[in-house]
């Protein structure tokens, strides 16, 4: 039987602004296999900025 971490892998999203600010959170492989860009909240900037998977 599969993993439930094989198809869903945990990822770390982390602040284009500079901040060090990361959010945490899974995606699917299979319908993303590319590196994630999402646009989310930096308190630390007190504003919206693009968020991008590190690995």
Known sequence: MAKKTDLRPVIKLRSTAGTGFTYVTTKN????????????????????????EER
């Open 29 to 52: 492989r299979r319908n993303n296999p590319d590196r994630m860009r999402l646009s989310k909240y930096d308190p630390v900037a007190r504003r919206h900025v693009e968020f991008r």
